[in-house]
């Protein structure tokens, strides 16, 4: 079955230090990928999708930057955080006609 | 743009009664897939029930069943003997049918869902 690890769980970084999350597929092959943020007791932000390798787009503007440099290799970075940067990321997958499928996310604290 | 709504931000129920959550979700789509998920407590999402658009049966997984209503474009899912660990987010969400290299999943805004005892 598809699995995504993502890593690390929990991370404190302080105010403009750089960010580097990633997350890795298994199972599948050409998967489209997501990050996602989630505040707390919050929906789901989709912040960025990929169809394939250095294929990404942006759903709102932001800090944050995204790259594909492998198949099932998916990165979220900034150059440097703001506190605003603070919350739950989600990486997800997803095969045609199949139902997206989700890391454990990461719980990122801004300080 | 499809949109996904989901009208009660918390919700409560008896342990061993039964619940159920509202989604509408709007699209000029007629193929499309729509789903259920759960975010417990340590946050990871768990698929919960998944409704083809073409299939006029609604599905269900065991003590969970939806009420799928095309026309009215309404998704809505029913807790039954309702459980201390059924307690968290509850998502909805819409995914077109369509044979494209890409179909984002959008999620509606969650339903809280406590759990009395």
Redesign the interface.
Known sequence: SQTIHQWPATLVQPVGSPLSLECTVEGTSNPNLYWYRQAAGRGLQLLFYSVGIGQISSEVPQNLSASRPQDRQFILSSKKLLLSDSGFYLCAGQRAHTEAFFGQGTRLTVV | AQTVTQSQPEMSVQEAETVTLSCTYDTSESDY?L?WYKQPP????I?VI?QEAYKQQNATENRFSVNFQKAAKSFSLKISDSQLGDAA?Y?C?Y?S?R?T?????I????T?LSVIP
């Open positions: 897939y789903f340590s946050r990871q999402m698929l998944r987010m998502f969400a995914r049918a044979r290299s890409y179909d984002k999943v999620f509606g805004p969650g809280s």
